[in-house]
């Protein structure tokens, strides 16, 4: 997932991106926030595409630093919220070498960690780590692994939107698929994202210099993942993984 992705993606964003925000009914999410907010801190939001999570932010914070790889997204989301005075926003790859961020007392980073390359994934959560600072907190959610294969073994199991699940790839694409497994990436509409396992999140984020304090699914309908879930399949709901972090 490159930058041009991104940029190609901006103008359909609010049809074709998952929003979190909004499916996260128990709103475990902004809970975690407002739980370790503060009137006096500064926080970064890493990735944060539309803003969507800027309305939430803002007025808990002093300031908002609102970062994206994408110009697009960036602009879509200072046109949305003219009225926010304390949001800055500002375009930065955090998988560059470069970049860095320092002394925020907390950094949102919600489903932007996606990356099918681990070279990429490992200086983003290396940027988070410089970002944030001792004693500061981390809000991360990212796709679960878990989750993925639990979705397509019911998928399988009871042919849910069968006609829309491709039955036969090409051996050159089966080894693809394969190898990219073997790292966590699988396919959300063909293309290659990273799913994270529970255990693998405390191994990166302690490597990363972060304390992991509590994790949690934040589970959604099923109808985000089918077309035509059954009336029956209630529980267990698909979900992602809900990381509160303190930097060590
Ligand atoms: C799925 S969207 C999530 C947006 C937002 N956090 C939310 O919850 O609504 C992922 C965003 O991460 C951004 N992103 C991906 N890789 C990035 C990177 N290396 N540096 C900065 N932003 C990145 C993308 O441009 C995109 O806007």
């Not at 902004?30 to 739980?35: D, G, M, S, V, Y």
Request: aromatic share 10%; charged share 30%; proline share 4%.
């Amino acid at each position: 997932m490159e930058r041009k992705y991104w940029e190609k993606i901006a103008p359909s964003y609010e049809e074709e991106i998952f929003d979190v925000l909004r499916e996260d009914k128990q709103q475990l999410i902004r809970k975690a926030i407002e739980a370790r907010a503060s009137a006096g801190h500064q926080v970064l939001d890493a990735g944060c595409a539309v803003g969507k999570w800027l309305p939430v932010l803002s007025p808990l914070f002093r300031s908002v630093t609102a970062v994206d790889i994408s110009s697009k997204n960036l602009s879509a989301a200072a046109a949305k919220y003219p009225g926010l005075k304390n949001i800055s926003y500002q375009r930065a790859d955090f998988s560059s070498a470069h970049t860095v961020f320092k002394g925020f007392d907390m950094a949102i980073c919600i489903n932007a960690i996606l990356s099918d390359s681990m070279t990429k994934r490992e200086r983003f959560f290396d940027q988070l780590s410089k970002a944030v600072k001792k004693n500061g907190f981390l809000i991360l959610v990212v796709p679960a692994l878990e989750s993925w294969l639990l979705s397509r073994t019911i998928q399988k199991h009871y042919r849910i939107d069968q006609a829309l699940f491709r039955s036969k790839i090409t051996d050159t694409e089966a080894a693809k698929r394969y190898a990219n497994l073997q790292q966590g990436n699988v396919e959300i509409d063909d293309v290659a994202t990273k799913h994270y396992l529970g255990d693998e999140l405390k191994l990166t984020l302690a490597r990363n210099g972060f304390e992991l304090q509590e994790q949690h699914k934040v589970e959604y309908d099923w109808h985000t993942e089918f077309v035509a879930p059954p009336s029956w399949l209630k529980e267990p709901k698909p979900f992602d993984w809900l990381n509160v972090c303190r930097r060590r």
